[in-house]
């Protein structure tokens, strides 16, 4: 099993980009990509969708029925006790409306799915009998050679125009007294909150510890997280602004202060070391992080995954490769693991990539257009509930994020009543938000864990499909 994987590593040209001709073109090919992205494979492919459908469903309805009248509420508050009585009514009725709709919107798609996956069923019988093997990315059956894809060494061209760049301004006008922290950030005073967390993810990540271990590094990352802790809050911003940084406290305890840290960014530091991007790329919650999620097209996003699968399927065929030629390579596979391990949650991480290629290859030694042979009934047994494993993985997930969400909205109603109760006491209330937060984040990370754990399998599953046998 040997290819060309340098010829893969290094592109010929550009890479493919989608049309911009118009916008009735733009939006065609939003639609047709979102389409193609639920498209299944066959009918157990599409009862598995199905499953996923109405959990989805149940999950959003769940949540509307039990979110809403807490938000609607909370936001009636302000007008006094009244007003959240009536807020929470408005909601109530909401919810009690949206909740159906939701609810009949996945019966409705698991329909579908059905449909599509009845309709499919010839296609799967016959198109891995010419070779092909089935993209769930872009929906449909590809014949593909790893060797000759284009894989550009990074994705500037499309994350720099994500980024939500700004028009280069006077840093040093403008009424602000003091730019030290806006130099650290590379941002200008007239930046708003959603670029200076893009800009802090950016500047964080470069001298993060799992990157850079040194003296210098270490004082850097101190640097920026303070200069971004300050910067976030609007009270500490605006005193910082007018006052520069004497009008702070001179140990700066009061900028440092870890309960205000941004859940998403302290996620991406936690499980997206640099030391595992060969095995899992850029994780899509990373991505998110350093980008304007609304100036990021369908297209681009698909279009940054197919790169990251296909980066992971070259460097996986070349290390098999080196196996193949010198099996005593892989006695050094154990250290490595080791190694990865001791990184910021690396040995949750590696679970996950260990059961995603577990089940992957016994699915693949159970197929019958696995190219090795005709399975034993065991393994084709195997391999169905293998593969049946790796499709509810999506679903288990969104059942743990509903249930997570409503434990989620039940802290929220317990703050709104600890606030009502405060009332007026401004240090009560702002004790009742720091609470709130320290409770709120092992929720927010159990969240982004579960749709990390989605985003890892479905990519090393496609990477794995993606290496020659």
Known sequence: MSFNAQKAANPKGPPPSASASSSQSAASSELSASFAASRPKGLLHGLSNAGASLASGAAMGGAALVGMPV???????????VGAVFGGLMGTVLGAVVAPIALVGGVAGAGLQVGLGVAAVPGSVVQPRRGKRWCQREGRWVLE???????PGGDDDILNGAQGEEAPVERHKGGVKDTKYYDALNASPSSDEKTLRKKYYVAARDCHPDRNQSPEAKARFQEVSEAFQVLSDPKLRKKYDEHGLDALSGDRTEAVDTDKIDPTLLYSFMFGSDKLYHLVGRLALA???????????????????????????????????????????????????????????GAFMLEVIGNAYQLTAVEFLGAFDSGIGMPSIAKWAKSKGAGQKLNSTARKAEFEKMKTTLGAVNISMKVAKNLEEAKDDEQKKKQVEIDAQKELLPSLINIFWMTTVVDVTSTLHEACEKVPP
Not at 71 to 81: L, T
Not at 145 to 151: D, K, R, S, T
């Open 71 to 81: 938000v609607m509420g909370r936001a009636g508050a302000q007008s006094g006790a």
């Open 287 to 345: 991505t998110s992080a350093m980008v304007d999620d609304s100036k990021i097209s369908k297209a681009q996003a698909a279009e940054l995954q197919r790169r990251r699968v296909g980066r992971i399927a070259v460097a996986l065929a070349a290390k098999l490769d080196r196996h193949l030629d010198a099996p005593e390579a892989a006695t050094g596979w154990e250290a490595e693991a080791a190694a990865l391990a001791d990184t910021s949650f």
């Open 145 to 151: 050679n790893l060797g000759e894809e284009v894989l």
